[in-house]
Nanobody, 121 residues
């Protein structure tokens, strides 16, 4: 079983920065992280894709965060980061790490438990 653990959320003022981390671990003898993504869900709203990165490093972003957020990963450390700059109140949400994982058992989607980001004005 592969697990994702997020960290780095918290309270920040408008215009500030935060860096979220997501580390994968598991009991499987071997697993491969394929595409990894960050989603977010604000109160009363649906969960939306914020940014994604393939295993080769290609990235994509939601229009609302382009130029402010940056996703990166270290395949050797099984870790993905989301650098968030110039934060706005509308960025307040629970941020979830998501990954497509390959193991000998097959191909799976895995979600982290979420980390809360609160941007205050």
């Amino acid at each position: 079983q592969v697990q994702l653990a997020e960290s780095g959320g918290g309270l920040v003022q408008t215009g500030g920065s935060l860096r979220l981390s997501c580390a994968a671990s598991g009991s499987a003898s071997a697993f491969t992280l394929n595409a990894m993504n960050w989603y977010r869900q604000a109160p009363g709203k649906q969960r939306d894709l914020v940014a994604g990165i393939t295993s080769l490093g290609s990235t994509n972003y939601a229009d609302s965060v382009k130029g402010r957020f940056s996703i990166s990963r270290d395949n050797a450390k099984n870790t993905v980061w989301l650098q968030m700059n110039n934060l706005k109140s509308e960025d307040t949400a629970v941020y979830y790490c998501h990954a497509y994982v390959s193991t000998f058992r097959g191909y799976f989607e895995v979600w982290g438990q979420g980390t809360l980001v609160t941007v205050s004005s």
